[in-house]
């Protein structure tokens, strides 16, 4: 079994998928947590002086949703045939739509813009790509995203949820909402959400 590090800043970030994933499949990893100040001084011996970053057997790779990828194909959560990795892969499409909008919020320095930004995301973007979430579970008719038991979709789905709700009536999307308790009543997972460190992304 190789030996897993990740890499990242102590938040969840784009480093939550991986470390859902780790503890969905109950592998041991060394979850490195830096500040900023350490990142700043440590970058050049980044793989694109970026994080996060995995390093398997003290090789680096990077690009969160490539790491989280690969995990879920070592860990059997990517889905058993073709056509149900495709449909993963369609609703990590989604996910980076809603991350494209989220971080237009996250960056706008002006202030009325930036409330603007956020209306706008919870009031028609959001809801849009969550009701796409809500037909692929419809049309699915699992409870799950892809097939039949929790993957790679969910727990990917779970995490960007956890970013956006806030400000979202979930009731509207009683398939999303009861898939997304599945999530977090693993037994696995529901021990990383009470013993991961609490931060505030």
Known sequence: MPSYKLIYTDNKGRAEVSRLLFALAGQEYEDVRWTRETFQT??????????????VDGKQYAQSM????????EFG??????????????????????FSALIKQFHEQ?????????????ETTFPKFISFFEEILKNNNTGFYVGDKLGFADVAAFDTLS???????????????ANKEKVASNE?????????????F
Not at 43 to 54: R, S
Not at 188 to 200: F, H, I
């Open 188 to 200: 696995r997972v529901a021990k990383w959400l009470q013993d991961r460190p609490v931060t505030q």
């Open 110 to 122: 002006d202030e009325e813009k930036k409330a603007d930004i956020i209306k706008q995301n919870n």
């Open 66 to 73: 490539a790491i989280a990828g690969f995990l879920a194909r």
């Open 163 to 177: 970013k956006i709700e806030a400000g979202i009536n979930m009731d509207d999307f009683p398939l999303v909402k």
């Open 42 to 55: 440590e970058k050049q011996n980044l793989l694109f002086g970026q994080i996060p970053v995995l390093e």
């Open 77 to 98: 959560f990517h889905g058993k045939t073709s056509v149900e990795q495709m449909e993963v892969d369609q609703v990590i499409g989604i996910i980076n739509d809603i």
